[in-house]
């Protein structure tokens, strides 16, 4: 986001320090191992390593040369290798064959795994069989958070969805409640605590044990950061499944931004070379368009140029004093949005090239009335046609994954058939794909009996009625069925408009899907937000359900309050 | 003295010993650490920590154990301005809570103690009821890591079917065992612990999954063959035997046609040499490639079009639309208006695209189809619409210029003369349409 749009909004935490406390703990590591080494590091940190300590950092430390942790073996000549990888299975493995085969051959080195963000005793346990336990050390590099922007924070760990929704492993639970008691000792006391679902309770929980058991009141700091909303991604599947129509989240969907940079290649830079570029508030071009919609930012875009080259075009009446000045102080800037302007004129055009290679007008409309729940026969045949010219298996299982939230499930005619018609356009083995997407919910079939009408009409008398724990029946209810209509009527999540959305002046914040959608996490901050300043203690329904209380903290006076918050027994 | 030493060597390894940062701005931290390091050597003289315990002999010499783990200091430590730290907490710990270092930590304790990172022995949790209250601790905690660390020695010492009887009421350490056994990759007890949930899709599921990592075609083929027995549900199970059934075809297909392309007699594979394999690629793609090379040959043959079809009861709509694609890619636009043009009982031909003919015209446009081809079907696009922003587009004027007629719109048709060339036969068209007094212009 990084927009700070009011003037009363106070400065973001300077989020460097977290970068500068990974790169000191990285470093303090890799000099455990002193003298020359050559580091294997995990395709996966390769991103987030660059941006804490990149090559030359590292190359300061007395590492020779970097590999990638691969399927090949390793053709590292070193005597001392260093490891830089997560904590899985398949990684100990790789390790332990070469260290085997370095004991086959006679050859003995040194080895260090730097376990990020933590070990698990499922990898020791690994090293332990493979008989290398005790030829190697391992240390563990307390990375949890790097800042991509001056107001985003990304734990960057991408398999956590998998393991914890798929699989239901809580291995990445204690990473998340030590990422929160590290921002809570940074930038913290945090006063409140809010959130959704079984993960964020049990985050949450986690958190609490851990900072009851650190003996630290961090009294006396002015707390830069105030509540904290935790919430599971399976509250609200929705907004991960509709495209994208912001301009940052256009360059995500077209070139993939990857810890805050992203690669554009030579149609982007009108050269032969690709260059790899930071996208953050840094930069003053996207820091402009980055949140809005993709229809004004052509227009702001050729704006921009056109009072760049009238800049420009003052040097034609300047004198030789006016021109030094003119090269010594403005020359810099003006190359600088330039160069700016023409790569995101450039990635501008390939976007929209895609898009329209893709149809992208018709699948909005799709998804438009996919949300508002009309025209499902044209859009399932929609689907349908996407799947059968074999267009993006990706697209096509985001589209079926949609039309299942908001309907409640394919009806099972439909599913049958469009799981079919996929296995067909893009093979037989994705049946594996499908009972993963039922497992996880994220597409499903009507089981019989509980078509959409039955399961809406018993919860809409739900949500009508005013007493505060009918109210929670029925997040109950909806949590076990996720009823997108029901939650999406009860927080207004689809504005009703009278003729066209206002995009360039938008009423709310539904314009990041054109004006069709208000993702869910914003809607319950800005809802308790607006409840909790209006009404001061008092619980609304919503923050009845939401809300576990204070911030864990002994010594805090609010802690009271939670504990016998707790005691009532908010049902979650 | 050698326990100076080894009191040395945990100075130099405890977990308060931090890097140095040159940051000028971390003045308030440079101070702190100082403090904190001097008051740190103070744990040389009350030390808890059981591992260093275990560590020194009876003779006071250390027993070396390279693989300590140092644990990081809490960075909270670092930053709080309180004047009240936790410096030597274990100072403040009466006596009495220091437990005998051979652990007789409780179930609770121990799990919390896994959680902080530290080497726990789990051998003296023997009973089943003292194992399972340690496993219902460890789920109690949240963390995956230690629920997983005691399945782990769980497995090692109960029978399977002892496990496996307590895991069927505890899902979450269920779920947490059946990841586990994934990642290790120990099939045969995950099929059997699935067995005995009688989870029996799952069993079928998960030893096809195994066909993702067999690389010979012919072994692949015998075991998707295996895979048809298994336990799936009715629907699935069809999935399967086309699976079979394609790559059996496919093998076919590729041995007759990789001989048919080095023998060099064929001209369609001399003139479109094939640029990958067909196997292992979905149907749809298979149909295309039968489509591209092998179109006109009788629905008996393994590789024609007409007997995937049968086989494989490919609906109309998505036969149209491969063997379209195909034949617009080979520029055979006879062949593309054979598939559109259907024949009524009375012989009265007619134009038909089970697909939409806007479809059609963009795939004939992606392969550069003269404009008379196109002119053709964008003709017979049914959105007026859609028909006139696809007839300007791609130049289509007989196509244009009939609509604006038919829709009776004057204006436009004089807007579009400009786009015509001069003198064409097109120009006069719309200066004969426009100049007919017969048509009643709407503007």
């Not at chain 1, 690709?274 to 050729?302: M, P, W, Y």
């Not at chain 2, 740190?40 to 275990?54: G, K, P």
């Not at chain 2, 699935?236 to 046609?257: F, M, V």
């Not at chain 2, 491969?322 to 559109?340: C, F, I, S, Y």
Request: glycine share 4%; proline share 4%; charged share 30%.
């Amino acid at each position: 986001m990084a927009s700070t749009a009011r003037r009363d909004a106070p400065e973001p935490p300077d989020f460097g320090i977290l970068k500068r406390l990974a790169r000191d703990q990285l470093i303090y590591l890799l000099e455990q191992l002193p003298g020359r080494k050559d580091l294997f590091i995990e395709p996966d940190l390769m991103s987030p390593l660059d941006r804490i300590a990149n090559v030359s950092v590292l190359k300061q430390h007395e590492v020779d040369k970097l590999y990638r942790v691969e399927n090949r073996p390793a053709p590292s000549t070193s005597d001392q290798l260093c490891f830089l990888v997560r904590p899985r299975v398949r990684t100990m493995r790789y390790i332990a064959d070469i260290v085997n085969a370095d004991k086959m051959s006679g050859r003995s080195r040194k080895y260090k795994i730097i376990f990020s963000p933590q070990k698990f005793y499922a990898c020791e346990m690994v090293l332990e069989e493979e008989g290398v336990f005790g030829d190697v050390t391992c240390d563990e590099w307390s990375f949890y958070l790097l800042p991509l922007d001056e107001d985003i924070i990304s734990m960057e760990l991408p398999e956590f969805f998998r393991d914890y929704f798929l699989e239901g492993d809580h291995r990445w639970i204690n990473s998340v409640a030590r990422a929160l008691q590290l921002l809570n000792s940074l930038y913290g006391p945090f006063s409140r605590v809010y959130g959704i679902g079984r993960c964020a309770k049990m985050s949450y929980e986690l958190w609490r044990d851990l900072e009851e058991e650190s003996e630290n009141d961090g009294q006396g700091r002015k707390p830069e950061i105030g509540n904290i909303f935790l919430m599971d991604r399976d509250m609200d599947y929705v907004t991960a499944l509709c495209s994208q129509v912001v301009y940052e989240g256009l360059v995500d969907d077209t070139f993939r931004i990857k810890c805050g940079s992203v690669d554009f290649g030579p149609e982007v830079t009108s050269s032969d070379k690709s260059i790899k570029v930071l996208l953050n508030a840094q930069d003053k071009i996207f820091s402009q368009i980055r949140n809005e919609h993709f229809s004004s930012v052509f227009g702001f875009l050729s704006q921009k140029s056109r009072n760049l080259q009238a800049q420009y075009d003052r040097r034609q009446g300047m004198d030789i004093k006016q021109m030094k000045n003119f090269v010594s102080q403005e020359l810099k800037g003006l190359k600088q949005e330039h160069r700016l302007l023409s790569l995101h004129i450039g990635a501008c055009e390939s976007i929209m090239k895609k898009k329209t290679k893709q149809d992208f007008q018709e699948m909005i409309k799709v998804e438009h009335a996919l949300l508002e729940g009309f025209d499902i026969r044209e859009s399932t045949s929609f689907i349908e046609e996407h799947i059968d010219r074999q267009v993006s298996p990706i697209e096509s299982l985001r589209l079926m994954c949609l039309l299942s939230i908001t309907e409640n499930g394919l009806i099972p005619k439909d599913y049958r058939s469009l799981k079919t018609q996929y296995l067909q356009s893009y093979g037989p083995e994705h049946l594996l794909t499908f009972h993963n997407l039922k497992r996880i919910g994220l597409l499903t079939e009507q089981a019989a009996g509980e078509t959409l009408t039955a399961v809406e009409s018993r919860v809409s008398k739900l949500v009508t009625d005013r007493a505060a724990g009918k109210i929670t029946d029925a997040f109950n209810s909806l949590a076990k069925k996720s009823n997108f209509r029901a939650i999406s009527k009860k927080l207004s999540l689809i504005p009703r408009v009278d003729g066209e959305y206002n995009l360039k002046m938008p009423p709310d914040m539904a314009y990041v899907f054109s004006g069709a959608y208000t993702p869910l996490s914003c809607k319950i901050v800005e809802q308790t937000e607006r409840r909790r300043t209006a009404r001061g203690a008092t619980r609304s329904a919503l923050s009845w359900r939401c809300s576990w209380g204070a911030a864990p903290s002994p010594r805090s006076p609010l802690s009271a309050s939670w504990a016998r918050r707790e005691a009532a027994g908010s049902s979650s | 003295m050698s326990r100076a030493r080894a009191d040395e060597e945990e100075y130099w390894h405890s977990s308060k010993f931090r890097a140095f940062t040159f940051d000028d701005e971390d003045d308030e931290l440079s101070q702190l650490k100082e403090s904190k390091r001097a008051v740190n050597s103070l744990r040389d003289i009350v030390d808890d920590d059981d591992d260093d315990l275990e560590k020194v002999s009876w003779s006071g010499e250390p027993v070396g154990r390279r693989n300590r783990l140092p644990s990081l200091p809490s960075l909270s430590d670092a930053f709080s301005d309180t004047g009240v730290k936790n410096y030597a907490p274990e100072l403040r710990r009466p006596r009495a809570e220091y437990k005998d270092y051979s652990n007789d930590w409780s179930p609770r304790d121990t799990v919390r103690r896994m959680q902080r990172g530290k080497v726990c022995s789990l051998e003296r949790f023997r009973s089943l009821q003292d194992k399972m209250v340690l496993l219902d601790e460890a789920v109690a905690g949240h963390d995956g890591n230690v629920i997983t660390a005691v399945l782990i020695f769980l497995k090692r010492t109960l029978r399977r079917e002892v496990l496996f009887r307590e895991l069927e009421v505890r899902q979450v350490a269920l779920c947490h065992l059946i990841h586990f056994l994934k990642e290790t990759g120990e099939q045969k007890l995950l099929l059997d612990l699935l067995r005995f949930l009688d989870r029996t899709e799952e069993v079928a599921l998960s030893q096809y999954r195994e066909h993702l990592n067999i690389q010979d075609v012919e072994k692949k083929r015998e075991f998707l063959k295996g895979c048809i027995g298994l336990p799936f549900s009715a629907e699935d199970i069809s999935h399967i035997q086309d699976h079979y059934t394609l790559l059996e075809r496919q093998i076919i297909i590729e041995t007759n046609d990789r001989h048919l392309a080095m023998a060099g007699q064929s001209e369609i594979f001399r003139k479109y040499p094939r640029k990958a394999s067909i196997l292992n690629m979905p149907l749809v793609t298979t149909l295309f490639y039968s489509c591209f090379y092998h179109y006109t040959e009788a629905e008996g043959t393994f590789s024609s079009p007409t007997n995937l079809k049968k086989t494989f009861k490919i609906p109309d709509k998505q036969y149209v639309l491969t063997a379209l694609a195909a034949r617009a890619k080979l520029r055979a636009w006879e062949d593309v208006d054979a598939l559109l043009t259907t024949k009524n009982w009375l012989g009265y031909t007619k134009k038909k695209a089970p697909i939409g003919f806007h479809r059609v015209v963009e795939i004939l446009q992606r392969n550069n189809a003269p404009v008379q081809v196109l002119q053709e079907y964008v003709r017979l696009v049914e959105d007026v619409e859609t028909r006139l922003n696809l007839a300007t587009k791609y130049k289509c004027h007989d196509v244009v210029i009939d609509t604006y007629r038919d829709l009776k719109d004057r204006i436009q048709l004089m807007a579009y003369k400009c786009k015509v060339e001069r003198g064409s036969a097109e120009e006069e068209k719309i200066n004969s349409l426009l100049s007919n007094m017969q048509i009643r212009w709407k503007n």
